[in-house]
């Protein structure tokens, strides 16, 4: 999948890559990456993509 498909969350006709067996309870800062999903969809709603946020606190991530 796509950079952000990760952050995808399972529905009822998916499973998302969160769930799969690599990835099941090894993945960390879900909720941290959801708090700044949910605060950037505040300010721009329908605008910034998970991929779009995956860049920017990779970017970050570095910096810091």
Do not use: Y
């Amino acid at each position: 999948g796509c950079d952000g498909s990760i952050f995808l969350e399972s529905t009822d006709t998916m499973i998302s890559e969160q769930e799969a067996i690599p990835n099941k309870d090894s993945i960390k800062g879900l909720d941290t990456f959801d708090n700044i999903k949910t605060a950037v969809e505040a300010e721009c709603p329908g605008v910034v993509s998970c991929a779009d946020v995956l860049a920017i606190a990779a970017r970050d991530a570095v910096i810091l």
